[in-house]
């Protein structure tokens, strides 16, 4: 009989607490939202690169996914204690919510990946456009940049205030995520066809090859997360299959190993 996973969910280890200073900076970072919802919720159906980030299943960022691996390693070295979404929607960039950070791991795939764990969280219903968003906060972030802003300590609590007079929506952003999953399934077999993947995140089925300093993950001996490839083909070290997907998956999908996908020139 094959043994259950063990359970990898903070405060295990190899979690360890952020220990945030408070006057710690935070980010908002830049997700890619799905528009077959009524939610902003990440891009369950994304052809080709589903994703997986944020992950409301387990208030995860970097757990599943490759993405945004100098906004993980900022935050951990940062300590912050504020991670803010925002995602473009019905044709301009929207704040839809955060995660306070409460936890962090270290990744397989490099010395500087990094896993962060919320212990609390909250997605609303309407999202706030960063242009409104600047004019409440003093912020700036309506002008363009590419995935993520760096907030003073002052700047993430104002925006927090902001958040916090919206009721917590993320019940019905995970009900939106399971819609749009049994979508996928219906008509893949998979609810994540790009790494096919059958069944649902949660951290009673997370692996822990996900985390370094687990027993079954071997940490990659790479300095920086090579996590873009032109060609959108990737080369397993471990079987050589070549695999396709836009970002870089973090398991194998022929083989399963986590941590062995390099980008290849062509198929
Ligand atoms: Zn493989």
Avoid at 62 to 91: D, E, I, N, Q, Y
Wanted: aromatic share 10%; hydrophobic share 35%.
């Amino acid at each position: 009989m094959p043994k259950p996973p063990k359970n990898i969910a903070p405060p295990a280890s190899p979690w360890q607490p952020m220990d945030s200073q408070h006057d710690a900076s935070g980010y908002l970072s830049i997700y890619y939202s799905d528009d077959l919802s009524s939610l902003p919720i990440r891009w369950v159906t994304k052809p080709g690169d589903n994703k997986s980030d944020p992950n409301l299943e387990t208030f995860t960022y970097g757990l599943f996914s490759t993405c945004a691996p100098g906004m993980r390693a900022g935050a951990v070295k940062r300590r912050s204690k504020h991670l803010f979404f925002a995602t473009s929607w019905k044709g301009e960039r929207v704040l839809t919510g955060y995660y306070d950070l409460h936890w962090y791991a270290k990744g397989v795939l490099a010395e500087n990946d990094f896993c962060l764990a919320a212990n609390h969280a909250r997605f609303i219903e309407q999202p706030i456009p960063l242009p409104v968003l600047d004019r409440k906060c003093n912020t700036n972030v309506s002008g363009w940049f590419r995935g993520v802003r760096l907030l003073t300590s002052s700047e993430c609590l104002r925006v927090l205030e902001v958040l916090n007079e919206f009721p917590d929506k993320t019940a019905d952003y995970l009900d939106e995520i399971d819609r749009l999953e049994r979508f996928n399934l219906k008509h893949t077999g998979y609810r994540y066809p790009s790494f096919r993947k059958t069944d649902k995140f949660s951290w009673e089925t997370a692996p822990s090859d996900l985390l370094a300093g687990s027993a079954a993950s071997k940490l990659a001996k790479q300095e920086k997360v090579l996590n873009t490839s032109p060609s959108g083909l990737w080369k397993c070290d471990e079987c050589s299959k070549l695999v396709k997907n836009k970002a870089l998956l973090k398991r194998c999908p022929n083989c399963g190993t986590v941590g062995t996908l390099r980008p290849s020139a062509r198929g």
